[in-house]
């Protein structure tokens, strides 16, 4: 199937710093890619809709100017995570769906953040 | 009319029995239902996935049953094995660049 690799695959960073993670699809053109939030043995929460060009489309509760999304090109969206705090420590995890697969929905391998 | 609803919540089959696990959706314009399998520390993978238009779809020991008029869709795993063990989420969306709608997931443990 399709491969949509995430870097990195974990990070941590100071209370107050910002972090950049990374989601590029390899084989394919995603114009919308897709941003999530996971809590321990938790299902996955989506976060904001990354749109190649445009601004991102964000969930209700998420504040938009502490997650920054850039999708800036089609194969590459980055989620920022501004000011960090310890609560934003999480599993942030990024998708994207293959046109030529039938839009076959596919996930990176998710990045684990912890604000110390 | 967004949810899914997933079940059971975990589940405990021995090595060589039949895993099943049942999910429930409410909208109906929803085309795609696909199941990922997510061990710890990683994100999901795509395991397998159906469209209304069949009612079964089987790759390997991984089957999806689909009920259109019931709205439910399940997946079975045929000689489960330890390594199988982890957690499933059934997921359901339209085709094109929808979100996915995720159940809640379910913990699956193989015994040896």
């Known amino acids: 199937g399709a491969v949509v690799s995430q870097h990195p695959s974990w990070v941590i960073c100071k209370s107050g710093t910002s972090v950049k993670i990374e989601c590029r699809s390899l084989?394919?053109?995603?114009?919308?890619m897709f941003w999530y939030r996971q809590f321990p043995k938790q299902s996955l929460m989506l976060m904001a809709t990354?749109?190649?060009?445009?601004?991102?489309?964000?969930e209700q509760g998420v504040e938009k100017d502490k997650f920054l999304i850039n999708h800036a090109s089609l194969t590459l969206s980055t989620l920022t995570v501004t000011s960090a705090h310890p609560e934003d420590s999480s599993f942030y995890i990024c998708?994207?769906?293959?046109?030529?697969?039938?839009?076959?929905?596919?996930f990176g391998q998710g990045t684990r953040l912890t604000v110390v | 009319q967004q949810q899914v609803k997933q079940s059971p919540q975990s589940l405990i089959v021995q090595k060589g029995g039949i895993s099943i696990i049942n999910c429930a959706y409410e909208?109906?314009?929803?085309?795609?239902f696909p199941w990922y399998q997510q061990f710890p520390g990683k994100g999901p993978a795509l395991l397998i996935a159906?469209?209304?238009?069949?009612s079964e779809k089987k790759e390997g020991r991984f089957t999806i049953s689909f009920n259109k008029s019931a709205k439910q869709f399940s997946l079975h795993i045929m000689d489960s094995q330890p390594g199988d063990s982890a957690t499933y989420f059934c997921?359901?969306?339209?085709?094109?660049?929808?979100?996915?709608?995720f159940g809640k997931g379910t913990m699956l443990l193989v015994s040896p």
């Open positions: 990354s749109n190649e060009g445009s601004k991102a489309t964000y």
């Open positions: 159906i469209r209304p238009d069949v």
């Open positions: 998708s994207a769906r293959d046109p030529s697969h039938l839009y076959e929905a596919f």
């Open positions: 909208n109906t314009a929803f085309d795609y």
């Open positions: 997921a359901a969306s339209k085709t094109g660049y929808s979100t996915l709608t």
């Open positions: 084989d394919f053109q995603a114009t919308t």
